[in-house]
């Protein structure tokens, strides 16, 4: 089984200054097509997670470009260059190539 | 763009089983794992377990093999999750995600209470 670590397990940030996220896998998850399936989610409270970013560093339709994700092989990072009171909740790293998808989350809170 | 939508609510007895369903549209269903992600209240996502809507293998998280059963109806692209033998810590809100595919359900809210 893959094991998939994020650091810090907690992040409080004051708005307006930035944070940073790191995931790191067991293994690699370069997929054989050329690319690696690295997700990131925000799970706000009382929702389902919704995506941020996905193929490492593609944002989804709709997400502020204060979001970023970069890395490769086994090592990302989630960026948030500025947060704001609505970037609070749980966030997860999660990639399709192996099992289990995920490990556990950050949980981001204002000061 | 895709959807899915869970079935209702559901309370149940200590022992008893409870089987969620998962409809997929606007995307083809045979083409992305369908996964069965579970919360407690309070707590993380735990990952169940998988099914390959084409070929209907699947892949259990061990802490759930031999109380869980995922399946699937291709003619109606629906996805199942049965789970068994009920205690109160499977109290959580259970999630189908096709996560490739970028789409998770709304969740069903599964209480299991005497």
């Known amino acids: 089984d893959i094991v998939m670590t994020q650091t810090p397990l907690s992040l409080s940030v004051t708005p307006g200054q930035p944070a940073s996220i790191s995931c790191k896998s067991s293994?690699?998850?370069?997929?054989?097509?050329?690319?690696?399936?690295l997700y990131w989610y925000l799970q706000k409270p009382g929702q389902s997670p919704q995506l941020l970013i996905y193929e490492v560093s593609i944002r989804f339709s709709g997400v502020p470009d204060r979001f970023s994700g970069s890395g490769s092989g086994t090592d990302f990072t989630l960026k948030i260059s500025r947060v704001e009171a609505e970037d609070v909740g749980v966030y997860y790293c999660m990639q399709s190539t192996q099992l289990p998808p995920f490990g556990g989350g950050t949980k981001v809170e204002i000061k | 763009q895709g959807q899915l939508v869970q079935s209702g609510a559901e309370v149940k007895k200590p022992g008893a089983s409870v089987k969620v369903s998962c409809k997929a549209s606007g995307y083809t269903f045979t083409d992305y794992y369908m996964h069965w992600v579970r919360q407690a209240p309070g707590q993380g996502l735990e990952w169940m377990g998988r099914i390959n809507p084409n070929s209907g293998g699947t892949n259990y998280a061990q802490k759930f093999q031999g109380r869980v059963t995922m399946t699937r109806d291709t003619s109606i692209s629906t996805a199942y999750m049965e789970l068994t033998r009920l205690r109160s810590d499977d109290t959580a809100v259970y999630y189908c995600?096709?996560?490739?595919?970028?789409?998770w359900g709304q969740g069903t809210t599964v209480t299991v209470s005497s």
């Open positions: 293994q690699s998850l370069l997929h054989s097509d050329g690319k690696t399936y």
């Open positions: 995600a096709a996560i490739s595919r970028k789409t």
